[in-house]
């Protein structure tokens, strides 16, 4: 009996500790509070920019601990006359001191500049648009002469933000812009490159290991990639595409790793992390047109009869191809609903996270109690979001992974397997009914 | 809107990195790893099939000796049986044969003994005929001494004589 009664009382008394703990981090929170809540209370917490920043892409890389500082990464874009630039992205920015004319406090704030080259004499102006339709972009500028100029600013201000279409402001002057060709290796590209690398590292190492050892089982590490690979192409490639498998596993795994990489890599907060990578639709896009273009590709002739001549009561095919129609349809929305389906939980995990932490800063406003309390209530579900994210994340990409061998599978199979898939369905119908009687 | 319109950049970015990923693990990465998983399953199964077998053979062969075991204490059993009649039988044949080969010592004593009685017999009687007739003589003698005796005896004879 002792034995068992230790556990609880050793959980109590972690329990009481970390309670401690935290009564200890809110006091603290709530001392430090007020001396933010003085100075920070004639500049607003913009929640929206800050949450789509932390979301979004970016030119350079954010370093813990460090607000003006970022790791500078090559911008490459192509100018208005097909001319390629690439350059460091520190060029586009710069860090200002902004001195608060009431408490005397400076800050330093990192403000976009105008990069300026010559090239066979002519002066190329890039800058990372603030006030303009491209927002957070790299943009090319063009001055304008002073008559336009008055022109614009009288439409910009007509408006509440002071964007005009076409045009960029930058200290207080309107540039015609144009946005160029980007190819920019920016932060998502970046940690898309790390990803790959990291995946590519895991496989090979687990090459290598078979290379080496032959017949042996590897351990740890290796062995939880074994099984994770065991676990996707056992469990759903084989069951899915059977003797096919080995076709179109290259490409289902590579989905697979890829996708968890990226999305565990979204969730560390610092450098090789951090970039909201499958929480971006580009990304999902890419990896949705990928299984499309699969699809389609290897579609069998069974495959596009179903399409445009399903297998059902003649009035709905003929002469109205209602059928055909959603068919077509579905064809594109299989993977949209892969896209957005990716997209949607990534993103919705991050943004819950970045809410989560705002909150303290929203409840700054309300004095110290409130930054305590909500500091303490948002670190915790913080701590629980974040956990579930990883589990979110392991599920997303094997979502993805299932229902993209789905789809193919439902597009190679060849004629035999839809009677099976009948009389399975009619299987289970029967037995849904049986079950109803039961219930009745 | 800007979380929800593709960037090209990044679109073309991760096109290469998605293509560049795919052809290297296509090529080196996952195939190896299949096959190789593949490989060591079927050892296993094979392994797992080889060792059911031998404990098939091991038993059937456990069976098979058990079988022999039985069969030799059978022979066993059989042939102690048979050396138990067999030495009864010679045993008994051996009494057998003593018993004839001691009637016939016995009949040739007898006949022997049957021989030495007669010879005896017949020897007793010779000495007796021959001490009986030392006895007449000596006797005869005896009587014969005298003259008279003599002649009364020739006369008795011639008597006996005469009246046969």
Known sequence: MSTTTGFPYASIDIMKRLLYILAVLAVALGYSAPSYASSGSDEEVDVKEIIFHHLGDGYGWEVPFAHVYRIPLPVIVRAEDGQWFCFSSSKLTEVEVIRNEETGKEKEELVPVVYETERSGKTYRFLIAHVSTHKNKVVELFPISDEEQSKVAADASATTDGVVSGYAEYKGIYYREYKPVDLSITKNVLALFIAAIIVTAMVMSVVRFYRKNGMKAPRKGMGFMEMLIGFIYDGVIKATLGAKAPKYAPYLLTCFFFILTMNLLGLIVIFPGGANLTGNIAITLVLAVMTFIVTNMMGTKHYWKEIFWPDVPIWLKCPLPIMQLIEVFGIFTKPAALCVRLFANMMGGHMVVIVLITLIFIFAAFGAAAVGGSAVVSVLFTFFMLALDVLVSFIQAYVFTMLSTMFIGMAVEDGHGSEHAKEEAEQIDSLENKLEKQTK | ?164
């Open chain 2, 1 to 164: 809107m800007e979380l929800f319109t593709p960037d090209f950049g990044l679109v073309f970015w991760m096109f290469v990195a998605f293509l560049l990923l795919f052809l290297v693990l296509g090529k080196w990465g996952w195939p190896v790893i299949v096959k190789s998983m593949n490989e060591r399953a079927d050892t296993i199964d094979k392994g797992v099939e080889y060792a059911r077998e031998a404990k098939e053979q091991l038993d059937s062969a456990r069976a098979e000796a058990e079988k022999f075991v039985t069969e030799a204490q059978k022979q066993q059993a059989e042939i102690l049986r048979d050396a138990a009649k067999m030495k009864t039988q010679i045993i008994e044949e051996a009494r057998k044969e003593a018993s004839e080969e001691a009637k016939k010592v016995m009949d040739a004593a007898k006949v022997s003994i049957e021989q030495s009685r007669k010879e005896a017999e017949l020897q007793f009687r010779n000495e007796v005929s021959r001490f009986s007739l030392e006895i007449a003589e000596k006797m005869v003698r005896n009587q014969l001494a005298s003259d008279a005796a003599q002649t009364q005896l020739v006369d008795k004879l011639l008597n006996e004589i005469e009246k046969n």
